[in-house]
C-alpha cells in the first residue's frame, strides 16, 4: 500500500506568478483534500476534491483551484501568487464510501516559499 | 462556526511524566474527533479517532483520548511521555454525515519532552 505522496517538495516563486502543485492519492482512496498550514498554524482547509467535483470549499478566493483526475491524484493550482501565500500545502487523501467518511492520510506537503 | 480550540500552545515535561491536552470543539452537530500528531522533519499521522461507540478510544504509542460530548471536548492523554514523544499535536473535528469532509483544526500544541 503506497501512501500520500506531493511533488514538488520546496517551490520558490515570485509574486504573481503562478504555481501548479500535485498529490497522488493513497491507494483505495477516492478523495482527496488540500489544506494550506503556515507556520505555527494549524491547517487551513482549502477545497476536497470527490469523484472528479469539487466537494466543499473553505475560505479561500478563486485564485486557487484545483483538479482531480480519473485516478484520483489531484493538483491545486494557485494563480497570481501573493507573498501571504508562503507555507506548507497539504494533500490528504481518504475513502468515501456509503455515505460514510474515514480519516484522512497526509502527503509530506510542498513547502512554497514566494518572493 | 466550526472552531477547535486546543488549550495548550507549548507544554514541556519530563520523561515519565503524565500528559493530557486539552481540546474543545465548536460545533452544532454530530462530529467525528481526530489528533494527528506531526514529528520534527515528518509528515501529520493520525494519532487516534472518534467516529462512534465507546468514548475512550485508545490509539498508537499508548495515547489515548476521552469524548465527553457534554463539554465537547476530546483531551488527548498518556500516562508516562517518552523523548520520542517530542511532537506538534493537533485535534481535529469533522461533521458526520454529508458530503463535505472538511476537517476543521486546533492551532496545534508543541510538546517536548526532556530526557
Known amino acids: 500500500e503506497t501512501g500520500v505522496t506531493q511533488s514538488p517538495t520546496h517551490l520558490i516563486k515570485t509574486r504573481g506568478q503562478q504555481v501548479t502543485l500535485r498529490c497522488s492519492s493513497q491507494s483505495g482512496h477516492n478523495t482527496v483534500s488540500w489544506y494550506q498550514q503556515a507556520l505555527g498554524q494549524g491547517p487551513q482547509f482549502i477545497f476536497q476534491y470527490y469523484r472528479e467535483e469539487e466537494n466543499g470549499r473553505g475560505n479561500f478566493p478563486p485564485r486557487f483551484s484545483g483538479l482531480q483526475f480519473p485516478n484520483y491524484s489531484s493538483e491545486l493550482n494557485v494563480n497570481a501568487l501573493e507573498l501571504d501565500d508562503s507555507a506548507l500545502y497539504l494533500c490528504?487523501?481518504?475513502?468515501?464510501?456509503?455515505?460514510?467518511?474515514?480519516?484522512?492520510?497526509f502527503g509530506p506537503g510542498t513547502r512554497l516559499t514566494v518572493t | 462556526a466550526q472552531s477547535v480550540s486546543q488549550h495548550n500552545h507549548h507544554v514541556i515535561l519530563s520523561e515519565a511524566a503524565s500528559l493530557e491536552l486539552g481540546c474543545n470543539y465548536s460545533?452544532?452537530?454530530?462530529?467525528?474527533l481526530f489528533w494527528y500528531v506531526q514529528y520534527p522533519g515528518q509528515h501529520l499521522q493520525l494519532l487516534l479517532k472518534y467516529f462512534s461507540g465507546d468514548p475512550l478510544v485508545k490509539g498508537i504509542k499508548g495515547f489515548e483520548a476521552e469524548f465527553i460530548k457534554s463539554k465537547f471536548s476530546f483531551n488527548l492523554r498518556k500516562p508516562s511521555v517518552q523523548w520520542s514523544d517530542t511532537a506538534e499535536y493537533f485535534c481535529?473535528?469533522?461533521?458526520?454525515?454529508?458530503?463535505?469532509?472538511?476537517?476543521?483544526w486546533g492551532l496545534g500544541t508543541s510538546l517536548a519532552v526532556n530526557p
Open positions: 460545533y452544532g452537530g454530530t462530529v467525528n
Open positions: 481535529a473535528v469533522n461533521a458526520r454525515g454529508g458530503n463535505n469532509r472538511k476537517l476543521i
Open positions: 490528504a487523501s481518504s475513502l468515501v464510501s456509503g455515505g460514510n467518511s474515514y480519516e484522512q492520510y
